[in-house]
Nanobody, 123 residues
Framework: QVQLVESGGGLVQAGESLRLSCAAS????????MGWFRQAPGKEREFVAV???????LYGDAVKGRFTISRDSARNVVSLQMNSLKPEDTAIYYC?????????????????WGRGTQVTVSA
C-alpha cells in the first residue's frame, strides 16, 4: 500500500512564507518523482513543482522564483518552501508521485496522490 500525507498548510498573510511537507510510505512505493499540484475553487488543477530522482526540478510559471521543492535526506519526504505568498496561491495543495522520473506538468502522468492540505493567503 502506498500513502502520501501532506502537512504544513495554514492561513498566512500576503508576503509571508509557508513550508509544506509530503511523507511517502508503503512497501509497494516505487516512485521516481514527487511533486505538488494545487486546485482553487472553480479552477483547474494546476501544476506547482516536481522533483525527479534521475532528472531535475520543474516549476510552474506562477510559482517560479518563489517556491522551492526539495527532497529530505531520508528519501521519503519532499518539501515545498513557499515564499512571497500571494492571495492567488490560495488553494488545496496535493502531493503527487510518479513511477516515472520524467513526468512533467500534467496531472495524469502521476500515479499516487495525497488527500491535500489547505493553504489560504489573505491580502
Amino acid at each position: 500500500q502506498v500513502q502520501l500525507v501532506e502537512s504544513g498548510g495554514g492561513l498566512v498573510q500576503a508576503g509571508e512564507s509557508l513550508r509544506l511537507s509530503c511523507a511517502a510510505s508503503g512497501r509497494t512505493f516505487s516512485s521516481e518523482a514527487m511533486g505538488w499540484f494545487r486546485q482553487a475553487p472553480g479552477k483547474e488543477r494546476e501544476f506547482v513543482a516536481v522533483r525527479r530522482w534521475s532528472g531535475g526540478n520543474l516549476y510552474g510559471d506562477a510559482v517560479k522564483g518563489r517556491f522551492t521543492i526539495s527532497r529530505d535526506s531520508a528519501r521519503n519526504v519532499v518539501s515545498l518552501q513557499m515564499n512571497s505568498l500571494k492571495p492567488e496561491d490560495t488553494a488545496i495543495y496535493y502531493c503527487a508521485a510518479s513511477r516515472s522520473s520524467w513526468v512533467g506538468m500534467n496531472h495524469y502522468e502521476y500515479n499516487y496522490w495525497g488527500r491535500g492540505t489547505q493553504v489560504t493567503v489573505s491580502a
